[in-house]
């Protein structure tokens, strides 16, 4: 536990830019799909206020979830994959803000195949991350869309035909978890070859 809280500092500036980028990309595809789309998709609803709390703590549930998967593969506590997942999982929902402010709006604009592929190319070419925050981010959103219900965009904002997934949510789920595996591997790895290389250079 000691050499988990040794990390959290840099973990949380990591997760502080992660999330400033995330938000700022979920705006911007946000933003775009008002202005490319005509009216005649712009059919995006709020949930009812009252179901907005269990729906969150669904959510939250979901990210811990993966927390709990990734650490124990990882054979450790991280900061990374608490921090990470509740992140991504959740904030994807900012797309909801233009119907929030009274805005007509596409359904869930954000939930989209090239959101995510986006999100990954920043974090790998931009942000130079390493590969278990890539996994964290794929993890993330197929749990948020195994817990959402409804229709998708999911080719947003190229195309905004709209997907029932509610036959394979269970599957995107379990996806998901196998996902949270492999980042906690990924992350096990980077760990194994940084060791690795500091006893090589202690022995010059």
Request: hydrophobic residues 55%; aromatic residues 12%; positive net charge.
């Amino acid at each position: 536990m000691r050499r988990a809280l040794s990390t959290l500092v840099p973990v949380l500036k990591d997760s502080i830019i992660i999330f400033v980028v995330y938000t700022i990309l979920g705006i911007i595809l946000t933003f775009v799909s008002l202005i490319c789309t005509s009216s005649s998709v712009k059919i995006g609803t709020l949930r009812p206020i009252l179901a907005i709390p269990t729906h969150e703590i669904y959510l939250l549930i979901g990210a811990l979830l993966i927390c709990l998967v990734s650490c124990a593969v990882y054979r450790r506590f991280d900061f990374s994959f608490l921090f990470l997942p509740i992140i991504f999982t959740i904030m994807l929902d900012l797309d909801h803000l233009p119907v929030i402010l009274g805005v007509a709006q596409p359904i869930r604009p954000a939930h989209s195949i090239f959101f995510l592929l986006a999100l990954i190319l920043i974090l790998r070419f931009v942000l130079k991350k390493p590969l278990y925050i890539e996994f964290l981010a794929i993890s993330s959103f197929l749990m948020h869309i195994a817990i959402d219900n409804g229709v998708f965009a999911l080719f947003s904002p190229f195309s905004f035909e709209y997907y029932d997934l509610g036959q394979i949510r269970i599957y995107l789920g379990l996806l998901a978890i196998m996902v949270a595996v492999m980042a906690g591997y990924s992350k096990r790895v980077l760990n194994f070859q940084s060791h690795m290389a500091k006893e090589k250079i202690s022995q010059r």
